[in-house]
């Protein structure tokens, strides 16, 4: 077999496993970049998407606990939330999180581009559909024990 034919068809079989974790990371790592995952001021987050920030961060798919607020606060602010709204978020960090969203957008587009590719292909096979399933699959089994 040719070398470069391998290297292709490697490459193919890794990104159709790796393909459903690396839109699931891109997702949710969008909504982080932001803290739309995390309770805020008078925001607080669907239950789904405190789930989903959970298993990105640490692979369970359950609320974290809640804390009691603490005696004499009115509420507590999430984690890099400024609590005053006049506080300014620096001009950089601001930047980076913007550069960080196009990133994982391109990432998402680039992954779905590359499925629409692999699956256009005549010779698409059985063993596409098995690797993208397990790579869909297998994460949630895990998760189930």
């Not at 005696?71 to 960090?93: F, I, N, Q, W």
């Not at 990432?107 to 499925?115: E, K, N, Q, R, W």
């Amino acid at each position: 077999m040719n070398i470069n034919l391998l290297i292709r068809r490697v490459h193919l079989y890794i990104g159709l496993l790796i393909a459903p974790s690396v839109l699931f990371f891109s997702a949710t790592g969008a909504l982080q970049l932001f803290g739309l995952h995390e309770a805020h001021g008078e925001y607080h987050p669907p239950a789904i998407v405190e789930r989903l920030a959970t298993l990105h961060k640490d692979q369970r798919f359950a609320l974290k606990e809640k804390r009691p607020e603490p005696a004499g606060s009115e509420h507590v602010v999430a984690k890099g939330v400024p609590d005053d709204a006049d506080e300014k978020t620096p001009l950089g960090e601001t930047l980076l999180k913007w550069t960080f969203l196009a990133v994982a957008l391109g990432l998402i587009a680039s992954t779905v581009i590359g499925l629409y590719i692999a699956y256009i292909s005549p010779r698409r096979t059985l063993t596409h559909w098995i690797l993208l399933a397990v790579g869909a699959l297998l994460p949630i089994a895990i998760l189930a024990i």
